[in-house]
């Protein structure tokens, strides 16, 4: 492993998201946001290191840390005439776009990623997943898609995460591949045209809906030995009256396009979407390699206002590790859900030796934050027990209850609901859970369990009355179970609360259809 950071020659400051790569290979890696790159390698070799506005270097030999400096290249402003003539940005877009076959490979082709996705509500970070990501692109660029998974097969055959602390945790996506697999504008365009700008598409609408931005050439730049344009472009303002006679301001969006002068290829994109106090942030660089341009690294973020007026907001990144053009590498799959995810074989010695991005002092803190000071590894094995233990829970139920309950010292109240399939009498109670559960995630957990032999009626209420929602807890233990003696359950319903050393708070807790039951959720948390 080489290990180094890269500087800005003249400043000193760290050169955020280069391409690093290994000569003569497709293998290579980024530097992130402080400037610093690990990369895995073989004896001998050479490093190729681009950037956007520096000289491309080239280094032989470097130490296992090193520090690397680029020197600046100073970008010239559009006063300056090409070919006699001024820089219509409008036409470089065009030529941009019909060149997309010529620029980028349209065979087949893989390319092997490394993925880090981290997210927050309001201050507090609440999930961190990593994960090695491989893409068959079975048509390569030769058409545009509409969505991830459309023309190529998607597979992930390594991952470590954290438990997910986040309000949104039962809405969220298991992993967002798809997601920021769409911030290649290359490779990913609306399907339509549309009157207006949607802020919750994961594709860009730049070329489909061409006619409604404007265009500007900046300036011109340089890339590995090469001019550049800087094309801006501005979605049009759009607004739209209310029926209280206001005029409400639609999604915008602006950003800035890296083209080259000679071949018209996209190195660079950036977008900035706006909506409200929602905003989304997408860059998209490209390198070459043989004769085609390939996209090395995608980063998308974002803030979002939800309906209680708190914030969330998440990162994501994709990096290219090696790019292979051999048809043997063909394989077929689509992003895996959270239960094939679950079966994912962790593997210690790839997150070792293998090309990742590097992490800052900033993701250093969020995954001591969330792991209270224990590597990821060990979060991820702790994840991994968790969520299995909340799998199947037609089995071994009263087993995997104790886990859970001693798991949870420390950590989390408990809310018990002893239960039938034979409910209709408090149908009430346990709709109102859900919703007590939904209010209250992360801070309660809501445990049912269910004394039934039957397992298929047990699964079969549980899908009929939506009893999985919003992560509810849910164990069968039978009618002959020592849990139920434990707590002294002769009758049902019976709800018990537990505190957060899993100590009994009330062995006769009130129903979710008691006001006062919030008083004493609101006691045990410290309110």
């Known amino acids: 492993?080489?290990?180094?950071?890269?500087?800005?020659?003249?400043?000193?400051?760290?050169?955020?998201?280069?391409?690093?790569?290994?000569?003569?290979?497709?293998?290579?890696?980024?530097?992130?946001?402080?400037?610093?790159?690990?990369?895995?390698?073989?004896?001998?070799?050479?490093?190729?290191?681009?950037?956007?506005?520096?000289?491309?270097?080239?280094?032989?030999?470097?130490?296992?840390?090193?520090?690397?400096?680029?020197?600046?290249?100073?970008?010239?402003?559009?006063?300056?005439?090409?070919?006699?003539?001024?820089?219509?940005?409008?036409?470089?877009?065009?030529?941009?776009?019909?060149?997309?076959?010529?620029?980028?490979?349209?065979?087949?082709?893989?390319?092997?990623?490394?993925?880090?996705?981290?997210?927050?509500?309001?201050?507090?970070?609440?999930?961190?997943?990593?994960?090695?990501?491989?893409?068959?692109?079975?048509?390569?660029?030769?058409?545009?898609?509409?969505?991830?998974?459309?023309?190529?097969?998607?597979?992930?055959?390594?991952?470590?995460?954290?438990?997910?602390?986040?309000?949104?945790?039962?809405?969220?996506?298991?992993?967002?591949?798809?997601?920021?697999?769409?911030?290649?504008?290359?490779?990913?365009?609306?399907?339509?045209?549309?009157?207006?700008?949607?802020?919750?598409?994961?594709?860009?609408?730049?070329?489909?809906?061409?006619d409604n931005y404007y265009f500007s050439c900046s300036g011109v730049t340089y890339y590995d030995g090469?001019?550049?344009?800087?094309?801006d472009y501005t979605h049009k303002r759009d607004s739209v009256l209310t029926t209280a006679g206001n005029y409400l301001q639609r999604p915008q969006a602006h950003?800035?396009?890296?083209?080259?002068?000679?071949?018209?290829?996209?190195?660079?994109?950036?977008?900035?979407?706006?909506?409200?106090?929602?905003?989304?942030?997408?860059?998209?660089?490209?390198?070459?390699?043989?004769?085609?341009?390939?996209?090395?690294?995608?980063?998308?973020?974002?803030?979002?206002?939800?309906?209680?007026n708190k914030g969330h907001s998440f990162h994501i990144e994709l990096m290219s590790v090696e790019v292979k053009k051999d048809v043997v590498e063909k394989f077929t799959g689509k992003i895996p859900s959270r239960e094939e995810l679950l079966q994912i074989p962790y593997d210690s010695v790839y997150w070792k030796t293998s090309t990742i991005l590097k992490t800052t002092p900033l993701e250093d803190a969020i995954i001591s934050d969330l792991g209270g000071g224990a590597s990821l590894s060990n979060q991820f094995n702790h994840y991994y027990q968790y969520e299995m233990n909340l799998r199947d829970g037609g089995v071994n139920g009263e087993e995997k209850f104790n886990w859970l309950k001693d798991d949870s010292k420390g950590n989390r109240i408990l809310y018990l609901i002893f239960w039938s399939t034979n409910f209709q009498s408090y149908l009430v109670d346990m709709e109102l859970a859900k919703r007590l559960h939904k209010q209250y995630r992360n801070k309660i957990t809501f445990v049912l369990l269910a004394l039934d032999d039957d397992e298929v009626k047990w699964k079969q209420t549980l899908e009929k009355f939506n009893l999985y929602t919003d992560g509810i807890i849910n164990y069968r233990i039978g009618s002959h179970s020592k849990l139920a003696e434990t707590y002294h359950v002769k009758d049902i319903p019976r709800f018990i609360l537990l505190n957060r050393n899993g100590e009994t708070f009330d062995l006769n807790a009130k129903r979710p259809s008691n006001p006062l039951l919030e008083k004493d959720f609101q006691f045990l948390m410290g309110k």
């Open 226 to 231: 090469l001019e550049v344009y800087e094309i």
């Open 1 to 210: 492993m080489v290990e180094g950071t890269i500087l800005d020659k003249d400043t000193g400051k760290p050169v955020p998201f280069a391409s690093i790569g290994i000569v003569g290979t497709s293998k290579g890696t980024s530097s992130n946001i402080e400037g610093q790159f690990s990369i895995s390698v073989t004896e001998p070799f050479s490093l190729k290191i681009t950037c956007i506005g520096y000289e491309t270097l080239l280094i032989n030999a470097v130490s296992e840390t090193t520090h690397i400096e680029l020197k600046p290249i100073v970008t010239e402003l559009t006063a300056i005439v090409i070919l006699d003539k001024t820089v219509n940005a409008r036409r470089v877009m065009r030529k941009a776009f019909a060149n997309i076959s010529k620029n980028y490979n349209t065979q087949p082709f893989l390319q092997k990623f490394f993925y880090r996705h981290y997210c927050k509500d309001d201050k507090a970070y609440g999930r961190l997943i990593e994960a090695s990501v491989d893409v068959w692109k079975n048509d390569g660029y030769k058409s545009l898609q509409h969505v991830a998974g459309e023309k190529e097969a998607i597979r992930v055959s390594q991952l470590r995460r954290s438990l997910d602390k986040t309000e949104m945790a039962q809405g969220h996506e298991p992993i967002s591949v798809a997601n920021i697999l769409q911030a290649d504008l290359i490779g990913y365009q609306t399907p339509v045209k549309s009157d207006y700008l949607s802020f919750y598409s994961e594709v860009s609408n730049l070329h489909t809906d061409f």
């Open 255 to 308: 950003g800035t396009l890296y083209i080259t002068t000679d071949t018209f290829a996209f190195i660079k994109t950036e977008d900035v979407r706006t909506y409200g106090e929602n905003t989304t942030r997408t860059t998209a660089y490209y390198r070459k390699y043989d004769d085609r341009y390939y996209p090395y690294h995608f980063i998308r973020e974002g803030e979002s206002q939800t309906d209680e």
